[in-house]
């Protein structure tokens, strides 16, 4: 560890750490591990997802993984377009939890406040906040998972394919 101080300027620290990079055998099994083909093994069957989203850099990247996961996409800006949207039938509905109008859990409680009885809308929270607390706030306003910010391909296949798995029963 190292410290530099310049009085008027500041403080920097840094420090070096030492370890082993991976031999080119250990990242050809990882490699080979984690390959996949995306047209056997990434796309699912046909659905239908709505991705309540204010930010549109995020509407963009989360769509177009989708589309490669073989999804029709539906997009809502704030609470009062996907409450309204909420009434057409989706196979899962991915939720920020922070919109302009509403947070998600309390779009998703006025959802759930007039879902239809013969109906389950899987609703699962999109978020950078991945406090216990926040995943606890979401489950208890009636959303069915939680996703973190940055969302990665796989986990959000691993999501699609457990809740449209579920849903298909």
Request: aromatic fraction near 6%; charge should be negative; glycine fraction near 4%.
């Amino acid at each position: 560890l190292q410290v530099k101080i310049e009085i008027g300027h500041g403080t920097a620290f840094s420090c070096t750490f030492d370890f082993a990079l991976p031999t080119a055998k250990e990242i050809a099994i990882i490699h080979d591990e984690t390959q996949y083909s995306l047209d056997e093994q990434l796309t699912l069957p046909a659905s239908r997802i709505l991705v309540v989203e204010d930010e549109e850099m995020n509407q963009q990247v989360i769509t177009h993984m989708l589309a490669r996961l073989n999804a029709t996409v539906g997009v809502a800006e704030n609470g009062k377009e996907a409450l309204e949207k909420l009434k057409n039938e989706y196979d899962l509905v991915l939720m920020d939890m922070s919109l302009p109008d509403f947070s998600g859990p309390e779009i998703v409680e006025r959802y759930r406040s007039a879902e239809p009885e013969d109906r389950h809308q899987h609703i699962v929270a999109v978020t950078a906040n991945v406090h216990a607390d926040d995943q606890k706030k979401c489950i208890d306003a009636g959303m069915d998972g939680f996703l973190t910010k940055p969302i990665m391909l796989d986990q959000l296949r691993k999501v699609l394919l457990d809740k449209l798995v579920f849903h298909a029963n």
